[in-house]
């Protein structure tokens, strides 16, 4: 079953993908982008195509993003609604399941403590993929996190 996972950013933007097979997790990828674009809506037409290569060269079955909540209501808030929007969109469009979490659920789902601190998320999904290579950024972590969340949602269900 492959998850791809994203930490929901208007200006960096975590993604993974994860294999999860009975015989024990994969990490496949996990990288982060920084989308320059001043316009919101050229980053959009940018993610779209990129969520349509990462789908189209792996055999996605389910989305998770981490759902963004800001009190404070500005133009920066808002291009994380619009990317959370184009995630949701772009699972119903290929017809995938797509799942939101909180950073909170996230934060419990891998380190046991909804109020874990990023190095502690870090440490645990290294440890779950047992690699030792760090991340790029706290945003592919953040991402893969994400990822091992959403399995675990949906093993759940």
Same mark, same amino acid.
């Given at each position: ?31 982060? /982008?920084?989308?320059?674009?001043? %316009?919101? #809506?050229?980053?959009? =037409? ?8 990462? !789908? *189209? ?51 419990? /789902?891998?380190?046991?403590?909804? %109020?874990? #601190?990023?190095?502690? =998320? ?8 047992? !690699? *030792? ?25």
């Amino acid at each position: 079953m492959y998850i791809l996972g994203f930490d929901v950013g208007s200006r960096n933007l975590g993604y993974s993908i994860c294999n999860f097979t009975n015989e024990k997790p994969i990490l496949v990828e996990a990288n982060s /982008e920084y989308l320059s674009d001043p %316009k919101i #809506e050229n980053r959009l =037409v940018y993610l779209h195509e990129k969520i349509d290569s990462l !789908i *189209t060269e792996y055999p996605i079955s389910t989305i998770g993003y981490e759902a963004p909540y800001m009190k404070i209501n500005n133009k920066s808030t808002m291009g994380l609604y619009f990317i959370a929007g184009l995630i949701v969109f772009k699972a119903a469009f290929h017809n995938l399941p797509v799942i939101s979490l909180s950073a909170a659920t996230v934060k419990k /789902e891998v380190t046991g403590s909804g %109020k874990a #601190e990023k190095i502690q =998320v870090e440490k645990a999904v290294l440890n779950y993929f047992q !690699i *030792t290579k760090k991340f790029k950024t706290d945003h592919a972590s953040d991402a893969a996190a994400i990822c091992i969340a959403t399995y675990k949602q949906l093993e759940i269900v």
